[in-house]
């Protein structure tokens, strides 16, 4: 190989980018060694190695950058063998372990070198180990067994005297050469191809372990051998389905992995060599491909055809499999380190084999394997003898149980599958995880007695008669009250029929009489139905045809729907004479609450007193009810957890306290209700809890307990709830179909569980976690929650066969019936159950559950449209539908306010010729465009109170596009929880005290704005010194960013919220932009103001800062500053900012250059717009633009200008003092082709430790999606690691 | 006996890549044939086991009936 540098192979390349990303990861360390037993010829051993390393010149590289920034590659000294004695340690294995674990955990110097050791570590006369370490730069595992074989063979011939056998290596210019020939051949566009026909369907790929796969540090391993049965398994299954063993494994494997996934199909990857008819076949250096394999088990296949036919593909493959994968993933646009093309590794070596040393027994370890994303399986050596399984894998995402756990689960699926017909016979989880699911889990009986709801509440109108049972306002009623006008509407009701299994309906607002209702109906024997009166009339009156009531109980019948079924509540008796009608048994029907359906039928589930009453009294029980507690409703009765919030005060004579019609939306009122009335207990959907909380009202409040259902709890809005409130927290869990919960979690201050589990069964109840085939699923894995017990509906009335399909027969206890809840569920290892989604078209929006088909059969129903597909964007129901009519959208949203829910509407139309598909024919989602929530957009706000409000609403409803000026709040996909958040952002930021009634009078921008502005004076724009841009979690020291040249810092929003674990992120924004201020006089002077704002916001702790460009210039002298006052400092990081002694030497820009600083910050190109030469054509364009300086008031605009032009001045006049820690730099590798001087070392005289890192991006590009995409993970590990330092 | 080293190999062969011995003639491109390189890695293996002087990077480079005749034979008549 030539002297000067050559450039990477494509396989270098990326783990090139991987390692100079965390260039202190000694993961890409490879090693092995192995560990000869008998008398061993050290100089002949010493020669060996001497020559094979000479031969082998991959281990001689050394890597640096080129004058352009490319990296490259060149030869330096071959390493000799070293021989280390340890014969006279105490124990003289673990001492050579020790330092072999050593040596790999310590990055090499790629440019100095070595990268590669050869270590002879002598135990004894006749024991030693040779470890091997070699940079993953510079070989692979089939390298390893050439070389390995390499030295075996050359030993045995010096040992013997004998001349040197074999033949050498070729050099490694052969493979360099080769590469670069495939680079620009047809053939790498024809493998390209082929990849591409094959994965551009692929929508995000399902992997048994989610999250970030970046290989951290370490890697955890477990190892076994294939059990014998395993063994004979995988040798019988290779013969029948006449495919090679290596195959039939990886297939298996794959089948085993697609277990622990939910969507059926699964991405594997599967190493390969790449050698095969190249020159690398005799070239130790990096070469290996992942080749990622679409797999679907297709479970009642004939087991050897369904391997066949994988084993087919995977031949195919390996025929295109030059081409990286790496590429492939880039092609199709994965990036980002959470969006993957392949999950699991499976890699089968054969060729590993235990090496052969003449005069000697040799056994090989490997020590480490280079980086481990996710998981890998490896089986090493032949089948002859049982070959190990290894599993590997990333601490990040995974435990040593779990692999333990994996290794031991996929031995017995091995084992079993080789007498299973298909995959569907070969059960995943062992016999003990099956037995502990069955039993030990659901261990929930407990004695309810035999009685039903409505005995229950007689029993506290007889013992606490004198209690107040009801409060509503200033109104309430004693439990003596309740009793006697609930037994008078008893008997009316019961006089017009009302009793057993008969139904009566209620839709009356939240009040007094609500109650009585309730309790009335009950007494009567009747379920009580629920309706809204809001809901459209077609769907009412579907459900009166349906439940056929005996009266409806409503203060009027505006649809005219009721007709002489009405029993408005002036017409209800106070008193009667009349006998007590019979009472129900536990079996009959206590209520019936309709559900969304996908059939577009709403479902009417049927729940007995039975199910009910062993819910209310395991709550009461285990919450410890009292007839002190003053428990909150405030929940719509149409959703089910109103029901305990009725009943649990009744049956323990506490106190209901029944919040006013629309309060259930205001959390300020809600908070006002609760220290109004001493509400012990309340019930909020997690998103309503999240509003309740960013209410100043909610600050500080004691209430003894508060339960989440609905939706998923986020731990960061428990851990939110724990530092502002005063409360337990519970996390309930539990379909309409199984009497509102099953499940519990105490979600306290001290649990750090995430996700947020639903916990464990409640009384007489099993939760079971079952596969697709209703296999038990092994803990940690996803499968679906199924429900048992005597919560269970009856079923959907009326609906015989959609209560057969899910209520269906329990496969483990004869005679009993599970629900299927169409959710996603895992055990944790202590059986701690997760929730994790829905499984089906079902979503659930605010805590509303919504079939997608539903809305979509309305849709079609309206017959406006051929065809329509409805899909949820951003919390937001999108409809995309197909028709010549581009303004169809507008004639749809009216048909469906007809006949949908308000909240199953969906919040912007998409109108396109086609839906699109794949080749597949598949509906291609990914393809769906990015909907548009705007109405006309056309008119431009005019006020800066407008332009202040349209960015609001385009910032609250995440909103790419322009808002105008007649645009509606809600026609632009506002709700009304959005609005809250609306609501609760305009009392911070405008004077007085908006209420909500006003957003829903006012939605338009204009009207909003005129009526504040005819409330109060108006402030300037949102520039305020220091802007949030990112809440946090506890724990993480906030990260402040300081603004770029335009002094504007609302640009880092998207990196800030980039970074997980998310942190309090804080942008500095220049006083400039203020014309009232004066400018400050020097960089130190901006910079002490910053350390100032800095203290105020946050007095004490480690703090992190960072900048952009000028930005990350300021934050260098601001770290300076805040380490000279004694504040610890984390992360300095400076994106792609360069010292002042650069611009310094450079001529004075023109104003209009440095303004043309703007049109980037702007998200413009400057490169594009030459024409823009002067300061008024610079500002008039940006006037005229789109971005968000455009929508600033002219002030605020020339705020900016002044800002660009001073700092300008200052950096120039600026001198570094250096700071005593470490400045990490980003570097905009992409650019700077013109001044390939802006390097990161230009900060080296400026601090200690200089931390550099290049992204392939432009400056300009930084702080956008993308780039923060891979920024921000870079940042986020700085901080961490600066945390725990400093912790 | 070299006719015995040459059948021996495409019997190998033909079992690994699943076709008929008669159907691999001496210039057969084993590649285009269906020898992909797990299927090599294999064959290499058993010819290991065997002592057949032939390894991976022999079919690699050698892809065919007739030019891995020669190699073997070579390296088994020549002095070592």
Redesign the interface.
């Known amino acids: 190989m030539a002297a000067h540098g050559r450039p990477l192979t494509e396989a270098q390349a990326g783990l090139w980018y991987s390692q100079a990303l965390d260039p202190a990861n000694p993961i890409f360390n490879t090693g092995q060694y192995i560990d000869l037993v008998g008398p061993l010829d050290t100089e002949a051993f010493r020669a060996a190695v001497a020559q094979a390393s000479r031969e082998a010149e991959a281990l001689s590289l050394r890597f640096g950058t080129s004058a352009d920034g490319e990296p490259e590659q060149a030869l330096g000294e071959a390493p000799d063998l070293a021989v280390v004695d340890c014969t006279d340690r105490p124990d003289p294995a673990e001492a050579a372990r020790a330092a072999i674990a050593r040596s790999l955990a310590t990055p090499v110097d790629l440019a100095r070198g070595p990268i590669a050791f050869q270590t002879l570590y002598r135990l004894s006369p006749t024991r030693h180990f040779w470890a091997q370490q070699v940079h993953h730069l510079a070989n692979d595992g089939y390298g390893m067994v050439m070389l390995t074989k390499r030295v075996a063979e050359l030993y045995a011939a010096l040992a013997e005297g004998r001349p040197n056998p074999g033949r050498p290596f070729a050099p490694l210019d052969a493979v360099l050469a080769e590469d670069a020939a495939y680079r620009d051949s047809e053939e790498r566009a024809r493998d390209r191809r082929w990849w591409l026909d094959r994965f551009a369907d692929l929508d995000e790929i399902a992997v048994m372990k989610p999250g970030r796969a970046v290989s951290a540090h370490r890697f955890l391993r477990t190892e076994r051998a294939m059990s014998e049965d395993a063994r004979q398994s995988v040798a019988a299954l290779a013969k029948a389905s006449a495919t090679s063993w290596p195959d039939t494994l990886t297939a298996l494997v794959a089948a085993y992995c697609d277990r622990f996934v939910a969507d059926g199909e699964t991405v594997i990857g599967m190493p390969h060599m790449a050698r095969f008819g190249t020159a690398a076949a005799r070239v130790p250096a990096t070469v290996m491909n992942v080749l990622p394999l679409r797999v679907t088990p297709d479970e009642d296949a004939q087991l050897a055809e369904w391997l066949a036919a994988l084993a087919g593909t995977m031949r195919e493959a390996r025929g295109h499999g030059r081409y990286r994968s790496e590429h492939l993933r880039r092609d199709l646009g994965l990036i980002g380190a959470e969006r993957r093309l392949y999950g699991a590794l499976i890699n089968v070596q054969p060729y590993d084999r235990p090496p052969r040393f003449a005069g000697l027994d040799a056994v090989l370890h490997v020590t480490g394997t280079g980086p481990v994303e996710d998981i890998s399986f490896t089986f090493r050596g032949d089948l002859k003898d049982c070959p190990t399984i290894e599993v590997e894998a990333n601490p990040d995402l995974w435990d040593e149980r779990a692999i333990a756990d994996h290794a031991e689960r996929l031995d017995a699926f091995l084992a079993s599958a080789g007498t299973a017909e298909r995959l569907a016979d070969i059960p995943t989880a062992l016999h003990r995880e099956q037995e502990r699911e069955l039993h030990a889990f659901n261990a929930t009986a407990h004695p309810v007695p035999e009685t039903t709801l409505t005995d229950l509440i007689a029993q506290s109108f007889a013992a606490y008669p004198e209690a107040e049972a009801v409060r509503f306002g200033d109104d309430a009623l004693t439990y003596a009250e309740l009793d006697r006008r609930s037994a008078a509407l008893a008997a009316l009701l019961a006089s017009k029929g009302a009793g057993a299994e008969r139904i009566v309906a209620v839709a009356l607002p939240r009040s007094l009489e609500l109650v009585v209702a309730l309790v009335a109906i009950l007494r009567a024997g009747a379920a009580y139905l629920p309706l809204d009166p809001d809901h459209p009339p077609a769907r009412i009156s579907k459900i009166l045809a349906g439940a056929d009531p005996v009266a409806v109980l409503a203060p009027d019948d505006p649809h005219g729907l009721y007709e002489d079924r009405l029993l408005a509540p002036g017409d209800w008796p106070l008193d009667s004479a009349q006998p007590e009608p019979d009472t129900p048994a536990p079996d009959n029907a206590a209520y019936v609450i309709y559900t969304s359906g996908s059939t577009g039928e709403p479902k009417g589930v049927v729940v007995t007193h039975r199910a009910i009453v062993n819910r209310l009294l395991w709550m009461a029980e285990h919450y410890g009810i009292t007839g002190e507690d003053r428990i909150l409703h405030k929940t719509p009765a149409t959703f089910d957890v109103s029901v305990w919030e009725f009943f649990l005060p009744l049956i323990r004579g506490a106190t209901l306290v029944v919040a006013p019609p629309g309060a259930h939306r205001d959390p300020s009122a809600i908070a006002r209700l609760i220290a109004a009335h001493g509400v012990t207990t309340l019930h909020f959907v997690p998103s309503m809890l999240e509003a309740f909380l960013d209410t100043p009202e909610s600050e500080g409040l004691s209430i003894r307990r508060v339960f989440c259902s609905g939706e998923a709890l986020a731990p960061d809005l428990r851990d939110r709830f724990h530092r502002r409130v005063n409360a337990e927290l519970h996390n309930l869990y539990g379909p309409t179909e199984a009497a509102v919960d099953v499940s519990f979690w105490e979600a306290g201050p001290d649990d750090t569980s995430r996700p947020v589990p639903i916990g464990w069964p409640v009384w007489n109840t099993r939760l079971l976690v079952l596969d697709e085939r209703m296999r038990i699923a092994p803990p940690g894995t996803t499968g679906h929650l199924h429900l048992g017990g005597v919560q269970l509906a009856r079923g959907y009335l009326g609906k015989p066969d959609l209560t057969a399909e899910r209520f269906v027969a329990d496969p483990f206890v004869p005679g009993e019936r599970l629900y299927r809840t169409g959710d996603l569920a895992r055990r944790r290892d202590d059986g701690t159950v997760e929730f994790l989604g829905r499984a089906d078209s079902q979503v659930k929006i605010r805590g509303l559950r919504i079939e997608l088909g539903e809305i979509e059969a309305a849709i079609a129903a309206t017959g406006l449209v051929r065809s329509a597909v409805a899909v949820v964007r951003d919390e937001r129901i999108v409809a995309y539908v197909v028709s010549p009519d581009r303004s169809a959208g507008e004639a749809l949203r009216d048909a469906l306010a007809g006949s949908l829910p308000s909240y199953m509407v969906p919040a912007a139309f998409v109108v396109l010729d086609a839906l699109p598909t794949t080749v597949n024919g598949k509906l291609d989602r990914k393809a769906l465009p990015a909907p548009a929530f705007a109405g006309d957009g056309g008119e431009a706000p005019r006020t800066p109170g407008e332009r202040r409000l349209a960015a609001l609403f385009a910032e609250i409803l995440d909103l790419e596009t322009q808002v105008g000026r007649t645009d509606d709040f809600f026609a632009l996909g506002g709700d009304s929880l959005s609005a809250v958040r609306l609501l609760l952002r305009l009392r911070e930021e405008w004077d007085g005290d908006p209420d909500l009634g006003l957003v829903f009078e006012h939605p338009d921008v204009a009207g909003l704005a005129a009526r504040l502005e005819n409330a109060s004076d108006l402030r300037d724009e949102g520039l305020a010194p220091v802007i949030h841009l990112a809440r946090g979690e506890s724990g993480a020291a906030p990260l402040f960013l300081v603004h770029p040249a335009g002094g504007v810092g609302w640009g880092y929003r998207t990196l800030a919220r980039s970074l997980a674990p998310a942190r309090a992120v804080h942008a500095i924004q220049a006083p400039g932009l203020d014309s009232q201020i004066e400018m400050p006089e020097s960089i130190a002077a901006l910079a002490r103001d910053y350390a100032d704002r800095i203290d105020t916001a946050c007095p004490a702790g480690l703090v992190h800062v960072g900048g952009w460009s000028v930005g990350g210039l300021i934050a260098q002298e601001l770290a300076v500053e805040l380490e000279n006052r004694g504040r610890a400092v984390g992360m300095v990081a400076l994106l792609d900012a360069y010292p002042a002694e650069c611009w310094r030497a450079e001529p004075e820009p023109t104003e209009a250059q440095a303004l043309r600083a703007l049109l980037a910050i702007a998200g413009h190109d400057p490169e594009a717009h030459p024409e823009l030469d002067t300061r008024e054509k610079v500002v008039g364009f940006l006037r005229e633009g789109e971005s968000v300086l455009a929508n600033l008031s002219r002030a605020t605009q020339d705020g900016v200008v002044r800002t660009v032009l001073d700092t300008n001045r200052l950096v120039r006049g600026h001198h570094h003092r250096a700071f005593g820690g470490t400045l990490t730099h980003i570097r905009a590798d992409a650019d700077h082709a013109d001044r390939p001087q802006l390097r990161a070392d230009l900060w080296a005289p400026h601090c200690a430790v200089l931390d550099a890192v290049g992204v392939p991006f432009l400056h300009r590009e930084l702080p956008g999606k993308p780039a923060s995409a891979l920024i921000a993970p870079i940042l986020s590990e700085r901080m961490a690691a600066a945390e725990r330092i400093s912790a | 006996m070299t006719a015995t080293i040459r059948d021996d190999l495409r019997t190998d062969i033909a079992e690994?890549i699943?076709v008929a011995p008669d159907t691999i003639g001496d210039d057969t491109n084993l590649?285009d044939a269906?020898l992909?390189?797990?299927?090599?890695?294999?064959l290499?293996?058993l010819w290991e086991e065997r002592g057949v002087p032939l390894d991976?990077?022999d079919?690699?480079?050698a892809?065919t009936l007739g030019e891995l005749h020669a190699l073997a034979r070579q390296r088994s008549t020549a002095p070592?």
């Open positions: 690994i699943e590649l269906g992909d390189s797990m299927r090599a890695m294999n290499a293996m991976f990077a079919l690699s480079e892809p070592n």
